[in-house]
């Protein structure tokens, strides 16, 4: 284990070394380089330490786990490069990376992407997914150029020593995935126009020649077309298009039967970038939107279609086979003091008659704010979805079905400050829904949650003192019977060694119930030590503990769980 901790530290000094940044598309601009500039780094870096034990269950996570991350800026005659990178054991072979780094510096109008990128050209194409590889973005004037080529996904093995455990669950194999994307566009951020192609393919050298008979290669082409223009100063028209050819089988022979037929205005469109193979299949997904927004009322209208299977290799996931209208609404009143955000819509399935049933989707939601003053404020939040299935002339009738899922939910708070302390009341209420018939196929089980909250905090500044309780209710209705919980929690914050050292504790306790019997208890603990020294460094421990005890062990297992964990934090 030391080595390998070594072997990491050593990595990370050589990736900081090359001004890798992970996770971000963000760069710096390098124009204005001054050479007479010093060279100076500043920044933070974390070092995290975790022993973790479970009783009578299954461990869900590793006994020892050690984690690293920083988030440097260079500063190189006159550059700021911002970097970060973040390394730990949570990574091994049969899985895709954890550890990831990259960076992307722009000069002028020139931006590069080196590394680990989530870049964006529009939503039906790549959108957002994390690719190893490089790239860049031009911007010269009005035109808009980018590119982009690299490992969208590494290839994955099996985990034999999974099976020793049939409770987990195993991955199969996976190829390889490598893809590249383009842009051309013309426009500024305003009024625009962007023409986006991307391919993605599976590398079939990636896996042996013993596990490629139990999954596929697959390949997928998608273009797309973006734009957006303003209609005079308040008024504007936004369309995202995409059209996907996506062959499941790259090892297909090439398809003379057009098997296809019913998409052949997407396919005539492709017919340049694709060839034909049995497996291919061509999708359409479409978005357009008109918003108008003036000072204190904001207004959009969205359609949106998306065919049944849809799919980009540059996307990690769509909700396919929907066709939606929503109107949105959003207020801000009295000087800020009340925000209100409503949106109202209707949703369909079976957008190519190839289910049984027709599902449409009543889609409302409203969410008001009211902070009249500094002393008194409420959220109310509502959102609402509904199902309900028109069987066509085929369908069985017992495949006819609603599915409804409200939420509510009120938040009141009260607030008192003065120049020796500051004291917070607030009560949560909170309700759930989940319906299904238990007749329908694939029915979801009932489930209808009820909760309220009442906490209080009071901190004392002079003192440096913090202490906090509440007060909770919990009741879930479910076809297999009512969980109800009741408790509490209290916690306090205390400063002791001349504030040096700063303690916090936090103990919780529910009274659990089914079907009104009881059904034992949770007890929830928590210790923590916080040792700031100097402005540059900080020391944490902190150790929790978890424990279960029911009778009714069908419900719910008897189980505890103890962690440790240790933080050290640099500020340079």
Do not use: C
């Amino acid at each position: 284990m030391k080595a390998r901790v070594i072997k990491s530290i050593g990595l990370i000094m050589t990736v900081t070394t090359f001004f890798f940044q992970p996770y971000s598309a963000t760069g710096q601009d390098i124009e204005h380089l001054k050479l007479n500039n010093k060279v100076s780094l500043h920044g933070n870096l974390n070092l995290q330490l975790e022993y973790y034990h479970a009783s009578e269950i299954d461990p869900r996570k590793k006994e020892f786990s050690w984690l690293i991350n920083g988030n440097p800026t260079l500063n190189l005659f006159g550059i700021q490069v911002p970097f970060s990178f973040l390394f730990s054991n949570f990574e091994n072979k049969f899985y895709q990376p954890f550890n990831q780094f990259g960076i992307s510096p722009y000069y002028r109008w020139v931006k590069l992407h080196l590394g680990y990128r989530n870049i964006t050209y529009s939503p039906y194409t790549l959108a957002g997914h994390t690719m190893l590889g490089a790239g860049f973005d031009l911007t010269p004037g009005k035109f808009r150029v980018g590119f982009m080529y690299g490992r969208l996904r590494r290839s994955t093995s099996v985990d034999s020593s999974m099976y020793a455990n049939p409770q987990l669950v195993r991955p199969g194999p996976v190829y390889k995935r490598l893809g590249y994307a383009m842009k051309v566009g013309y426009g500024t951020s305003k009024n625009y126009i962007d023409l986006i192609y991307f391919k993605g393919w599976d590398s079939e050298k990636s896996l042996s020649k013993s596990l490629k008979d139990s999954v596929q290669p697959a390949e997928n082409k998608t273009v797309g077309l973006s734009g957006q223009v303003m209609l005079g100063k308040r008024l504007a028209w936004k369309t995202d298009l995409g059209f996907s050819a996506y062959t499941a089988n790259s090892d297909d022979s090439k398809d003379t039967g057009n098997i296809d037929k019913e998409n052949k205005w997407i396919k005539s469109i492709m017919s340049p970038v694709v060839t034909d193979k049995v497996s291919t299949r061509y999708y359409f997904a479409g978005e357009t939107k008109l918003s108008y927004q003036m000072k204190k009322w904001t207004s959009e209208l969205l359609y949106k279609r998306i065919d049944p299977g849809y799919q980009s290799m540059g996307a990690y996931f769509f909700q396919s086979d929907l066709r939606e209208i929503l109107f949105v609404n959003k207020f801000k009143l009295d000087s800020g003091k009340l925000n209100i955000n409503t949106s109202i819509g209707f949703q369909k399935d079976n957008l190519k008659k190839l289910k049984t049933s027709t599902a449409k989707r009543f889609i409302g939601s409203a969410n008001i704010s009211y902070v009249p003053t500094l002393h008194f404020g409420i959220n109310f939040n509502y959102n609402n979805y509904g199902i309900t299935n028109n069987p066509l002339a085929t369908s069985q009738g017992n495949e006819s079905f609603k599915q409804v899922s409200n939420s509510v939910t009120l938040m009141p708070f009260f607030n008192w400050m003065n120049e020796r302390s500051v004291k917070n009341l607030n009560f949560v209420f909170a309700y759930q829904s989940l319906s299904t018939p238990e007749s329908s196929i694939g029915s979801i089980p009932d489930l209808n949650t009820y909760s309220v909250t009442a906490g209080y905090n009071h901190s004392w500044l002079k003192q440096g003192l913090s202490g906090n309780g509440a007060l909770n209710y919990i009741l879930s209705k479910t076809p297999q019977g009512d969980l109800e919980s009741v408790g509490g929690t209290i916690g306090a914050g205390i400063p002791v060694m001349k504030r040096k050292v700063h303690l916090n504790t936090v103990l919780s306790y529910l009274s659990n119930k089914f079907d009104k019997k009881p059904n034992g208890n949770t007890f929830r603990g928590s210790l923590g030590a916080m040792v700031p020294v100097g402005t540059h460094h900080n020391f944490q421990l902190m150790i929790n503990y978890l424990k279960n005890k029911a009778i009714n062990t069908s419900v719910v297992e008897n189980f505890s769980e103890t962690s440790v964990q240790f933080i050290y934090g640099l500020t340079f």
